[in-house]
């Protein structure tokens, strides 16, 4: 079944939303566009998976998780915790909606 | 040598509370060297992408690139915490995290027995610049900020002025 990214991307931020709670306003223009951007990446990931090796695709995985986390932390509001937090349940939205994610879960 | 008097004892403590309490200052220096090294990895990656999509396996692994974006990133990272005046890291997430795609990709790119797709490629340039977007946007905030003081300094000057003239 063909995956609606766009439906995933509002999930995803709407994920970060939620785990962002109160501290959401102050930084939802900056989360949303690295949201979309990532999520964005996933997708082209998804459509190369036949020519990306194993290795290669568990770590561009990884590096999407890490690259997001990153990013989270950047924001003075977001401290350490909650920005595991936020990816956490970002991933966790990416993984409903396609559950063979290699790499994600680790 | 004379002993330093107490009055410049205190010119000197004066300064130093003054120079501690400075807000952080925008660089464009630093700025710039933030647009070079995304002018530098975009234009490389894109690069290797074409090649792989034109003929696979042609993106000939260049250990002068790493090695190039490696120095870049550290003389990157001391401008911005050399600048912020204080002793603890600038960003210091999205510096690691720039440093571990540089290494792993390397670590791909030069290994023998793998082959890199230009999909790899195309990922990792997009979350390269995701970070270099978190350094552009402290930047931006920055210069954003200091744009706010002067203008106030100018509004406080002005009035100041205004209310001189007045009493004149």
Known sequence: MAVDWDSVRDDAVSAAKQALGGGWNAVSGGVTAQIAALVGLANYIEDHRASISDAEYTMLMQHQKMCLQSVLTGYKQISYAVAKNVVSQVVNVLLEAIPGLLGLAA | ?168
């Open chain 2, 1 to 168: 040598m004379r002993p330093m008097s107490t009055k410049w004892l205190w010119v000197l403590c004066g300064c130093m509370a003054v120079s501690a309490c400075q807000a952080i200052l925008y660089d464009a220096q630093a700025d710039q060297q933030i647009t070079s090294l995304g002018q530098e990895v975009n234009q490389q990656l894109l690069t290797w992408e074409f090649d792989e999509a034109r003929q696979p396996g042609s993106a000939a692994y260049d250990p002068k690139y790493y090695a190039k974006v490696e120095s870049d990133l550290t003389m990157l990272q001391m401008r911005i915490n050399a600048g912020s005046g204080s002793n603890e890291a600038v960003l210091p997430d999205v510096f690691s995290t720039m440093q571990k795609l540089l290494d792993d990709e390397q670590a791909a790119h030069s290994s023998q027995s793998r082959k890199v797709d230009g999909a790899f490629f195309h990922v990792e340039r997009g979350l390269w610049n995701t970070q270099l977007a978190t350094l552009t946007s402290y930047e931006l905030a920055l210069k954003q900020s200091g744009q706010a003081q002067s203008a106030s300094g100018a509004d406080a000057r002005a009035k100041g002025g205004q209310e001189s003239s007045k009493t004149k």
